[in-house]
């Protein structure tokens, strides 16, 4: 059975620091996907990962995976107030059809 | 434009009632999903349907059905046999099999009264 691990699952931390959340997986992926989600609202695709080594970058955020580790990480720069939101990810073993399994969300607050 | 269209955005069930979720995609995507959303948790898969006329359950199947008669539309009925059904439900589509990209829909907050 496939599980995935986010840590931390809540973090609070000021304007202008930078901090990574941490994705861990227990079985050989597919893909990787990061999510954003705003309360009451749907899921916002920020990343989708798909080989080992693969980096990506939106703005402040930047996203890595190591499929050897079966680890994938969510970077964030220079943290802003508009970050705030809790972020998911989400990994693919099923070759696209079997739907995505989930950690249980990081819950980012960013104080001025 | 393409996406997924959830309906209704909220649902109030009375103990003992069945309800349905609707969900609709015109993005000819052959894939459908449901997600269940508890506060401070992660989704956790229902349902989900490669190709018309077949599904397959998820993690939390019970107390909950579907059907799939249509490519574009993939309905989740919540039944009195689902004890705690208050939840976030999500609905999301994704092109078949070796292509990447999931799409979610608005998602409709079903409250028991």
């Known amino acids: 059975e496939l599980k995935v691990e986010q840590n931390p699952l809540f973090l609070s931390m000021q304007e202008g620091k930078n901090y990574t959340i941490y994705c861990n997986y227990s079985t050989t992926s597919d893909r990787l996907y990061w999510y954003r989600q705003d309360p009451g609202k749907s899921l916002e695709s920020l990343f989708v990962?798909?080989?080992?080594?693969a980096v990506k970058q939106e703005g402040r955020l930047m996203a890595s995976l190591d499929t050897k580790a079966r680890l994938s990480t969510l970077h964030i720069t220079a943290a802003v107030h508009d970050l705030s939101a809790t972020y998911f990810c989400?990994?693919?073993?099923?070759?696209?059809?079997?739907?995505?399994?989930f950690g249980k969300g990081t819950h980012l607050i960013i104080q001025p | 434009d393409g996406g997924i269209t959830q309906s209704p955005k909220y649902l109030f069930r009375k103990e003992g009632q069945n309800v349905t979720l609707s969900c609709e995609q015109n993005l000819n995507h052959d894939a459908m999903y449901w997600y269940r959303q508890d506060p401070g948790q992660g989704l956790r898969l229902i349902y989900y349907?490669?190709?018309?006329?077949?599904?397959q359950k998820g993690d939390i199947a019970e107390g909950y059905s579907v059907s799939r008669e249509k490519k574009e539309s993939f309905p989740l009925t919540v039944t009195s046999a689902q004890k705690n059904p208050t939840a976030f439900y999500l609905c999301?589509?994704?092109?078949?099999?070796?292509?990447?990209?999931?799409?979610f829909g608005s998602g409709t907050r079903l409250t028991v009264v």
């Open positions: 989400a990994v693919d073993s099923g070759g696209g059809a079997d739907g995505l399994t």
């Open positions: 999301a589509s994704s092109p078949f099999a070796g292509v990447s990209g999931y799409t």
């Open positions: 349907s490669q190709i018309v006329n077949d599904f």
């Open positions: 990962l798909l080989s080992n080594g």
